[in-house]
T-cell receptor
Framework: AQSVAQPEDQVNVAEGNPLTVKCTYS??????LFWYVQYPNRGLQFLLKYITGDNLVKGSYGFEAEFNKSQTSFHLKKPSALVSDSALYFCAVRDRFNKFYFGSGTKLNVKP | DGGITQSPKYLFRKEGQNVTLSCEQNLNHDAMYWYRQDPGQGLRLIYYSQIVNDFQKGDIAEGYSVSREKKESFPLTVTSAQKNPTAFYLC??????????????FGPGTRLTVL
């Protein structure tokens, strides 16, 4: 069965420090992986995706994600966090039927 | 939120009433999706449609119905059979025209509250 796990409900970092939001997945076949961000009472905004190729994917707003096939992980990273990065982050995987499966979300708190 | 609109933003319904949530997109996308978001549970798929006049049930379709008569529109009806409809509903679309067009784009959402 396809699934996505985000093991941390909340991540706290200080502004200027690097951040990591963790994601592991389970899917049949080659994974299509995504990260989205959600601000309060808004829809989800697409950050980045992995389809194939380079394991380090760069996306919007300085975010990047590292695909690790052996660990079935797709962790979101940013070298230097901003207070404005505080939001809810979702990892997602797409199966071969074009269905998407989302993690439960990780709330990122960046403190000044 | 791109070219996807959802209306209304807030919706209140009395128990026993059906209600329809609107989702329209002007992105010329083929596929459209409806999700339900509850606190701490992420997004759960209700229905999806990959082409006009065709749609499939997602993981929590009971108590919901959809139609896809036009490419740009994918309305969701929450029926009285849905036991706990209070939630944030999100509509999404996906192009699918090119091999790399795999991501979804989301509307701003509709918050439904049953009184």
């Amino acid at each position: 069965a396809q699934s996505v796990a985000q093991p941390e409900d909340q991540v706290n970092v200080a502004e200027g420090n690097p951040l990591t939001v963790k994601c592991t997945y389970s899917v049949s076949g080659n994974p299509y992986l995504f990260w989205y961000v959600q601000y309060p009472n808004r829809g989800l905004q697409f950050l980045l995706k992995y389809i194939t190729g380079d394991n380090l994917v760069k996306g919007s707003y300085g975010f990047e994600a590292e695909f690790n096939k052996s660990q079935t992980s797709f962790h979101l990273k940013k070298p230097s966090a901003l207070v404005s990065d505080s939001a809810l982050y979702f990892c997602a995987v797409r199966d071969r039927f074009n269905k998407f499966y989302f993690g439960s979300g990780t709330k990122l708190n960046v403190k000044p | 939120d791109g070219g996807i609109t959802q209306s209304p933003k807030y919706l209140f319904r009395k128990e026993g009433q059906n209600v329809t949530l609107s989702c329209e997109q002007n992105l010329n996308h083929d596929a459209m999706y409806w999700y339900r978001q509850d606190p701490g549970q992420g997004l759960r798929l209700i229905y999806y449609s990959q082409i006009v006049n065709d749609f499939q049930k997602g993981d929590i379709a009971e108590g919901y119905s959809v139609s896809r008569e036009k490419k740009e529109s994918f309305p969701l009806t929450v029926t009285s059979a849905q036991k706990n409809p209070t939630a944030f509903y999100l509509c999404a679309s996906r192009s699918g025209k090119k091999a790399g067009d795999v991501e979804q784009f989301f509307g701003p959402g509709t918050r439904l509250t049953v009184l």
